[in-house]
């Protein structure tokens, strides 16, 4: 059990803000000794099974995405379509292979690019009280609009699509870290050691490099993996509503809409696409776990 | 304690004051005119311009946004441009339907946030950590559209004991049992992450609680842990619980859409929906600015409520 | 749930006060009243009065209301308003409604009709030939946008002496005119600006009007002073789901009595339960359809339309689509129509290879085609079904696609712009009336301005023709080079015949609808 666990508001309510000092090399292992054993182990094996797979998924599928095989409607599970088919005919094992990769571009591409621009905007705008103050208002206003709402507004501008996904990640994640990174900014300020350095003519760029930025890590870290779990629900959510991936091609979140919509019809279909959603949020956020407990401990 | 919360009061108002420039600002790029929506692809430019004049389209935007802030303070929403009616009525009807709707999720949520939390901390058993551990990272890791339908397809398809969806027929207060059950399903979809967050950190708050000098001095006095759960831990864990609390409820306004959507539940999701695609900017702007004074108070209401339970922010004044 | 070391009776009594709790959440969420039970009904017994429940995919638009875009308008049109003349769904035959008898002149240029004494408007304001004369100007008013724009427009003369009878005088013969009078709601002069603004809307129909809410209900009250007698029902609550899954669910959880929009898999699956009745309305056809922006660079070449053309792959849409329910056609026309035509009819058969052959053909000839994006709308599943086959299809003679899908409102706004980038998919009506009312008044057919934007000398000129001739004596050759003109064009590609359905529950009887697909609801009853 752990106090990081707030999925949707990331930030951890109560204060995570790193130990002051420099990081001492034995925690390190620490993180990483969390992902080896127990919790951590599992979270990673998940995760990198869905990896695996969605990158594979070309290889290892038997039929094409969109591919559409004569004769084959809405069969169940069997020898020559292991998940069955959809209404129109594909494979649904194959478009599940395929469609992690859209959930893999959006949880490993578009959440760290997030995660960087947050982590740099945090950065930059925490040194001055001006900049510092009109950033946090600019963050209180992107986190105040609910995550959906903000993915409906900018779909009306771009249009569904993946990259229209990615972009309303990106937009979620900004606020986030950059809030995160601000705190520990704000606490390594008021350390004596950087208040030393400062004296001894350490510029800001210095401060933030050598002692905000590795203190940071671990919490950005957890909040990282948070994020990333985060990104599969918003995939699948705006899929859901018609804002994500254009059909035909797939996504977990479109699979899953689909099968839910035949679950009368063919109650295995969204199986396949369901388990996968479940074993990677459920792999990222045992790594969360593992990681948010290792660092406590 | 007066100085915190003034200067939390004023940078709520202002990010409320940012975000309504902002938000009249974004709705204007929005690509699609509504005068061309309204008047139909066949109307002639003068009809068009007389349509444009008439919703004061034509005026420079800073005349636009006094005048609506006007509005706004008069509660004189008027008209919708294309989804009929008044907006003040239309979001009304969708804010009863979506409050009733995510204030029902957070009691759900929070009681059972508590009662599972201290059966856990009480308890302290093995299996029923495993239990209730495995039941709280089943209900984050599944997406709530899932959980959502497969309620609909347990409980009112295969075993059709409860509404599929939609709000009762008689409305919420007439007959509330029929309403409690209306709201059960939706209820449930919503609240479950919510819960499994809750959980999670009043288990881990009571724990720690458990670990302080006065328990343990209470156990040596012979207090049973029972309790001291449930008199001084709980008491003890609850402030911090609430902070969490007010963050969920942002969380569930949020999933409300999802959950409107599926369970045909015409709320405020749904207008928002309707009211992007059909450009009509008097509905949308109205709600997207209400989801930034919600979010706003939440979180004053919550820092107030955090000040009022916690003795050192009170005097402090640090958060 | 069982602990190895008994219990202490403080525990116990938790765990029992626990076990109420749930208990009693069960109790009152399953037992007490049951919404669910409180929905359903057993017994054959008729009900007196009772409110049907009904869900719609789209909401109406009240500046489209005369349009039949959408199925809760059908609703409105066909439960508010009367018109003058009644065609039986399955036949052209006009029989009497607010109009008793009917006289037509020998040049086919004059029509007098006898109108009922009897009725009133739901404001209680007697209806009289002025009101005849009121809407079919409406109708004429391009500002409406109706698809028998052009018909009413035809109608130049209208004499109203009488109060109680109408002379109608045409620039020329129409041979549609009785299907303009079937389709035309009588409406109320006095609130027509209250229609505009979706506030009132006034008939002499069989239920009044009650309330709007918009993107959520549309509720309408028995009218007890309709002229052919109380209906059965209190009223019609027409709830808006746009979610087809959520409309079966409803029907499934007793929550709705019928259902309009759901795909016709969930049709298939519902007509197997004995809980449920699927009604199918033969004479009531629509046509689904690819159509083509003619003015697209690509589209212009008429090969790469022909090439279309043959990679529809219709019996699967009729197949794993329609289930059954559909024929697959070249040709508009359903068999029963003076202009069906078996062989023009097969002009399309599925052929990959004559495709792509004129798909090469024009590429040598120097013609580009980029992707096309196939607009469609989102909310009806059979669009997006039917757009990914012929995406599939098209991919294969090499013509790319882009899926575009749209809300209805939006693609309807498209239709009637003639806005279309390049491809749509969609339903037109009107090919199961007089041959005519397609050929002028569809927005993808009107010779005169289509949504193709397809202009062509002898179309227009034989769209005339079968326009300008006495109902009911148009020559069956002219008809003929019609088929033969839609087909040489080809911008409109029809995919198949549809025969729209619904669904109910086994409670709601004798539902009706008109050919032009209203849900008549005069002579429904429910059982308890």
Same mark, same amino acid.
């Given at each position: 059990m752990t106090l990081d666990v707030s999925l949707e508001e990331p930030l951890s309510p109560v204060p995570v803000g790193p130990v002051p000092g420099d990081l001492a090399p034995e925690r390190r292992d620490s993180l990483l000794h969390a992902l080896r054993h127990g919790r951590g182990l599992?979270?990673?094996?998940?995760?990198?099974? %869905?990896?695996?797979?969605?990158?594979?998924?070309?290889?290892?599928?038997?039929?094409?995405?969109?591919?559409?095989?004569?004769?084959?409607?809405?069969?169940?599970?069997?020898?020559?379509?292991?998940?069955?088919?959809?209404?129109?005919?594909?494979?649904?094992?194959?478009?599940?292979?395929?469609?992690?990769?859209?959930?893999?571009?959006?949880?490993?591409?578009?959440?760290? %690019?997030?995660?960087?621009?947050?982590v740099f905007l945090g950065l930059v705008t925490s040194w001055w009280t001006v900049t510092d103050v009109i950033a946090q208002r600019a963050f209180d206003l992107l986190l105040a609009f609910p995550a959906l709402i903000l993915g409906i507004l900018l779909t009306a501008f771009l249009g569904p699509g993946v990259l229209t996904v990615g972009v309303v990640i990106v937009a979620l994640e900004i606020p986030v870290f950059g809030r995160l990174v601000r705190t520990s900014v704000r606490t390594v300020r008021e350390m004596p050691f950087v208040e030393a350095s400062q004296v001894v003519g350490a510029g800001p760029w210095w401060v933030l490099r050598r002692h905000v930025l590795p203190n940071s890590l671990e919490p950005l870290t957890v909040q990282l993996a948070v994020s990333m779990s985060v990104a599969v629900f918003i995939e699948g959510a705006m899929s859901f509503l018609g804002l994500g991936v254009r059909p035909p091609h797939p996504s977990?979140?479109?699979?899953?809409?689909?099968?839910?919509?035949?679950?009368h019809e063919a109650p295995f279909f969204a199986v396949g696409p369901l388990a996968v959603v479940v074993a990677l949020v459920l792999g990222l956020l045992l790594i969360s776990q593992s990681l948010a407990e290792a660092r406590r401990a | 304690m007066t100085r915190y919360l003034l200067s939390r009061l004023g940078s709520a108002l202002l990010v409320t004051a940012l975000a309504s420039i902002g938000i009249f600002a974004l709705i204007r790029l929005v690509p699609g005119d509504p005068v061309t929506v309204l008047a139909g692809p066949d109307a002639t430019p003068a009809a068009r311009d007389a349509i444009r004049a008439q919703l004061?389209?034509?005026?420079?935007?800073?005349?636009? +946004?006094?005048?609506?802030?006007?509005?706004?303070?008069?509660?004189?929403?008027?008209?919708?441009?294309? &989804?009929?009616?008044?907006?003040?009525?239309?979001?009304?009807?969708?804010?009863?339907?979506t409050v009733v709707l995510t204030l029902f999720a957070l009691v759900l949520a929070a009681v059972g946030a508590i009662v599972t939390s201290t059966a856990a901390v009480v308890g302290d058993r093995r299996w029923l950590n495993s239990l209730l551990s495995g039941l709280n990272t089943a209900a984050v890791a599944v997406p709530t559209f899932a959980t959502a339908l497969v309620l609909v397809l347990v409980f009112a398809v295969r075993f059709p004991v409860l509404p599929a969806g939609g709000t009762p027929p008689a409305g919420f207060f007439a007959q509330p049992d029929i309403a409690l059950q209306y709201l059960l399903l939706p209820g449930i979809a919503l609240a479950l992450p919510a819960w499994a967050a809750l959980t999670r950190f009043l288990t881990e708050a009571l724990r720690t609680q458990m670990r302080q000098p006065y328990v343990t001095t209470a156990r040596a006095l012979g207090i049973p842990r029972r309790r001291i759960v449930l008199t001084q831990a709980l008491r003890n864990a &609850?402030?911090?619980?609430?902070?969490?609390?007010?963050?969920?409820?942002?969380?569930?306004?949020?999933?409300?859409? $999802?959950?409107?959507?599926?369970?045909?539940?015409?709320? &405020?999701?749904? $207008?928002?929906?309707?009211?992007?695609?059909?450009?009509? +900017?008097?509905?949308?702007?109205?709600?997207? &600015?209400?989801?930034?004074?919600?979010?706003?108070?939440?979180?004053?209401?919550?820092?107030?409520?955090?000040?009022?339970?916690?003795?050192?922010?009170?005097?402090?004044?640090?958060? | 749930m069982s602990t190895p070391v008994p219990a202490p009776p403080r525990r116990r009594l938790i765990r029992l006060a626990g076990a109420l709790v749930v208990l009693l959440t069960l109790v009152t969420a399953t037992a007490c009243s049951s919404a669910v039970d409180d929905l359903k009904t057993s017994s054959g017994e008729r009900k007196e009065g009772g409110v049907l429940r009904v869900g719609a995919l789209q909401d109406i638009v009240p500046a489209r209301i005369f349009t039949n875009s959408s199925d809760s308008i059908n609703v409105l049109i066909g439960s508010v308003y009367d018109s003058l003349i009644d065609y039986p769904r399955d036949s052209l035959e006009p029989q009497p409604s607010l109009a008793t008898t009917w006289q037509l002149s020998d040049d086919g240029k004059q029509l007098t009709l006898q109108l009922r004494d009897d009725v009133k408007f739901h404001s209680g304001r007697p209806f009289t030939s002025k009101d005849v004369e009121f809407?079919?100007?409406?109708?004429?008013? /391009?500002?409406?946008?109706?698809?028998?724009?052009? *018909?009413?427009?035809?109608?130049?003369?209208?004499?109203?002496?009488?109060?109680?009878?109408?002379?109608?005088?045409?620039?020329? /013969?129409?041979?549609?005119?009785?299907d303009l009078l079937d389709? @035309? /709601?009588?409406?109320?002069?006095?609130?027509?600006? !209250?229609?505009?603004?979706?506030?009132?809307?006034? #008939?002499?129909?069989?239920?009044?009007?009650?309330?709007?809410?918009?993107?959520?209900?549309?509720?309408?009250?028995?009218?007890?002073?309709?002229?052919?007698?109380?209906?059965?029902?209190?009223?019609?609550?027409?709830?808006?789901?746009?979610?087809?899954?959520?409309?079966?669910?409803?029907?499934?959880?007793? !929550?709705?009595?019928?259902?309009?929009?759901?795909?016709?898999?969930?049709?298939?699956?519902?007509?197997?339960?004995?809980?449920?009745?699927?009604? !199918?309305?033969? #004479?009531?056809?629509?046509?689904?359809?690819?159509?083509?922006?003619?003015?697209?660079?690509?589209?212009?070449?008429?090969?790469?339309?022909?090439?279309?053309?043959?990679?529809?792959?219709r019996e699967r849409v009729v197949d794993e689509v329609l289930r059954g329910a559909g024929v697959p056609i070249s040709a508009p026309w359903p068999d029963y129509s003076p202009a069906y035509d078996e062989k023009a009819n097969a002009t399309y058969d599925y052929d990959l290879d004559q495709a792509k052959k004129?798909?090469?053909?024009?590429?040598?000839? #120097?013609?580009?085609?980029?992707? @096309?994006?196939? *607009?469609? /709308?989102?909310?009806?599943?059979?669009?997006?079904?039917?757009?990914?086959?012929?995406?599939?299809?098209l991919a294969k003679v090499g013509i790319e696609v882009e899926l575009d899908p749209q809300e209805q409102a939006q693609v309807i706004q498209q239709l009637i712009g003639a806005k279309f980038p390049a491809l749509w998919i969609l339903s037109h009506g009107y090919a199961n009336w007089t041959p005519s009312t397609l050929a002028v008044s569809a927005y993808p057919f009107n010779a005169e301005h289509n949504a193709s934007l397809y202009v062509d000398k002898d179309y227009q000129a034989i769209a005339d023709k079968v326009w300008n001739q006495k109902p009911g004596a148009v020559d069956p050759a002219d008809y003929a080079t019609l088929s033969k003109a839609l087909l040489d064009g080809s911008f409109l590609l029809e995919i198949a015949i549809t025969l729209p359905q619904d669904a109910s529950s086994t409670q709601v009887h004798d539902i009706g609808q008109t050919k032009r697909g209203e849900p008549i609801f005069y002579d429904t009853y429910l059982t308890k």
């Amino acid at each position: 059990m752990t106090l990081d666990v707030s999925l949707e508001e990331p930030l951890s309510p109560v204060p995570v803000g790193p130990v002051p000092g420099d990081l001492a090399p034995e925690r390190r292992d620490s993180l990483l000794h969390a992902l080896r054993h127990g919790r951590g182990l599992v979270g990673v094996v998940l995760v990198a099974t %869905v990896v695996v797979l969605g990158v594979l998924g070309p290889l290892v599928a038997p039929y094409g995405p969109t591919e559409q095989i004569k004769g084959a409607n809405l069969l169940g599970p069997g020898a020559g379509h292991w998940l069955g088919t959809d209404e129109l005919n594909r494979d649904i094992l194959s478009r599940t292979l395929y469609g992690i990769r859209v959930d893999l571009v959006v949880v490993f591409a578009a959440v760290p %690019v997030g995660a960087a621009a947050g982590v740099f905007l945090g950065l930059v705008t925490s040194w001055w009280t001006v900049t510092d103050v009109i950033a946090q208002r600019a963050f209180d206003l992107l986190l105040a609009f609910p995550a959906l709402i903000l993915g409906i507004l900018l779909t009306a501008f771009l249009g569904p699509g993946v990259l229209t996904v990615g972009v309303v990640i990106v937009a979620l994640e900004i606020p986030v870290f950059g809030r995160l990174v601000r705190t520990s900014v704000r606490t390594v300020r008021e350390m004596p050691f950087v208040e030393a350095s400062q004296v001894v003519g350490a510029g800001p760029w210095w401060v933030l490099r050598r002692h905000v930025l590795p203190n940071s890590l671990e919490p950005l870290t957890v909040q990282l993996a948070v994020s990333m779990s985060v990104a599969v629900f918003i995939e699948g959510a705006m899929s859901f509503l018609g804002l994500g991936v254009r059909p035909p091609h797939p996504s977990l979140g479109s699979l899953i809409k689909d099968g839910v919509r035949l679950l009368h019809e063919a109650p295995f279909f969204a199986v396949g696409p369901l388990a996968v959603v479940v074993a990677l949020v459920l792999g990222l956020l045992l790594i969360s776990q593992s990681l948010a407990e290792a660092r406590r401990a | 304690m007066t100085r915190y919360l003034l200067s939390r009061l004023g940078s709520a108002l202002l990010v409320t004051a940012l975000a309504s420039i902002g938000i009249f600002a974004l709705i204007r790029l929005v690509p699609g005119d509504p005068v061309t929506v309204l008047a139909g692809p066949d109307a002639t430019p003068a009809a068009r311009d007389a349509i444009r004049a008439q919703l004061g389209l034509d005026q420079p935007f800073w005349s636009q +946004y006094v005048h609506w802030l006007g509005d706004l303070a008069r509660f004189d929403l008027g008209p919708s441009y294309k &989804l009929g009616g008044d907006v003040g009525s239309l979001i009304a009807d969708g804010a009863l339907n979506t409050v009733v709707l995510t204030l029902f999720a957070l009691v759900l949520a929070a009681v059972g946030a508590i009662v599972t939390s201290t059966a856990a901390v009480v308890g302290d058993r093995r299996w029923l950590n495993s239990l209730l551990s495995g039941l709280n990272t089943a209900a984050v890791a599944v997406p709530t559209f899932a959980t959502a339908l497969v309620l609909v397809l347990v409980f009112a398809v295969r075993f059709p004991v409860l509404p599929a969806g939609g709000t009762p027929p008689a409305g919420f207060f007439a007959q509330p049992d029929i309403a409690l059950q209306y709201l059960l399903l939706p209820g449930i979809a919503l609240a479950l992450p919510a819960w499994a967050a809750l959980t999670r950190f009043l288990t881990e708050a009571l724990r720690t609680q458990m670990r302080q000098p006065y328990v343990t001095t209470a156990r040596a006095l012979g207090i049973p842990r029972r309790r001291i759960v449930l008199t001084q831990a709980l008491r003890n864990a &609850l402030p911090s619980t609430v902070t969490v609390l007010g963050l969920q409820l942002g969380t569930l306004l949020g999933g409300a859409i $999802l959950v409107e959507a599926v369970f045909a539940w015409p709320g &405020l999701g749904r $207008l928002v929906e309707q009211g992007i695609s059909a450009r009509d +900017y008097p509905v949308v702007q109205v709600l997207l &600015l209400l989801s930034v004074v919600v979010f706003v108070v939440t979180q004053l209401a919550t820092d107030v409520i955090h000040a009022w339970l916690d003795p050192r922010v009170r005097l402090n004044g640090v958060s | 749930m069982s602990t190895p070391v008994p219990a202490p009776p403080r525990r116990r009594l938790i765990r029992l006060a626990g076990a109420l709790v749930v208990l009693l959440t069960l109790v009152t969420a399953t037992a007490c009243s049951s919404a669910v039970d409180d929905l359903k009904t057993s017994s054959g017994e008729r009900k007196e009065g009772g409110v049907l429940r009904v869900g719609a995919l789209q909401d109406i638009v009240p500046a489209r209301i005369f349009t039949n875009s959408s199925d809760s308008i059908n609703v409105l049109i066909g439960s508010v308003y009367d018109s003058l003349i009644d065609y039986p769904r399955d036949s052209l035959e006009p029989q009497p409604s607010l109009a008793t008898t009917w006289q037509l002149s020998d040049d086919g240029k004059q029509l007098t009709l006898q109108l009922r004494d009897d009725v009133k408007f739901h404001s209680g304001r007697p209806f009289t030939s002025k009101d005849v004369e009121f809407s079919i100007k409406t109708w004429a008013d /391009p500002a409406w946008t109706v698809q028998l724009q052009r *018909t009413a427009a035809a109608i130049t003369g209208f004499d109203t002496s009488d109060e109680h009878a109408i002379t109608l005088t045409f620039a020329h /013969p129409l041979s549609n005119i009785f299907d303009l009078l079937d389709m @035309l /709601p009588i409406i109320d002069r006095d609130t027509i600006d !209250q229609l505009r603004e979706g506030k009132a809307f006034v #008939g002499t129909g069989p239920f009044e009007f009650d309330a709007w809410s918009p993107g959520a209900k549309i509720s309408f009250k028995r009218n007890d002073a309709y002229w052919r007698g109380k209906p059965a029902l209190d009223g019609i609550e027409v709830s808006v789901i746009p979610d087809p899954q959520a409309q079966v669910a409803q029907l499934r959880s007793h !929550q709705l009595d019928l259902i309009l929009g759901a795909s016709y898999r969930d049709f298939e699956s519902l007509g197997k339960d004995d809980q449920f009745h699927v009604n !199918q309305w033969a #004479g009531a056809e629509g046509q689904v359809y690819v159509g083509t922006n003619v003015t697209n660079p690509a589209l212009s070449d008429i090969r790469v339309r022909q090439a279309i053309a043959y990679a529809l792959d219709r019996e699967r849409v009729v197949d794993e689509v329609l289930r059954g329910a559909g024929v697959p056609i070249s040709a508009p026309w359903p068999d029963y129509s003076p202009a069906y035509d078996e062989k023009a009819n097969a002009t399309y058969d599925y052929d990959l290879d004559q495709a792509k052959k004129l798909v090469d053909e024009a590429k040598a000839d #120097g013609v580009a085609i980029p992707k @096309l994006p196939l *607009t469609y /709308p989102s909310e009806n599943p059979i669009y997006g079904a039917i757009a990914q086959i012929v995406q599939a299809d098209l991919a294969k003679v090499g013509i790319e696609v882009e899926l575009d899908p749209q809300e209805q409102a939006q693609v309807i706004q498209q239709l009637i712009g003639a806005k279309f980038p390049a491809l749509w998919i969609l339903s037109h009506g009107y090919a199961n009336w007089t041959p005519s009312t397609l050929a002028v008044s569809a927005y993808p057919f009107n010779a005169e301005h289509n949504a193709s934007l397809y202009v062509d000398k002898d179309y227009q000129a034989i769209a005339d023709k079968v326009w300008n001739q006495k109902p009911g004596a148009v020559d069956p050759a002219d008809y003929a080079t019609l088929s033969k003109a839609l087909l040489d064009g080809s911008f409109l590609l029809e995919i198949a015949i549809t025969l729209p359905q619904d669904a109910s529950s086994t409670q709601v009887h004798d539902i009706g609808q008109t050919k032009r697909g209203e849900p008549i609801f005069y002579d429904t009853y429910l059982t308890k």
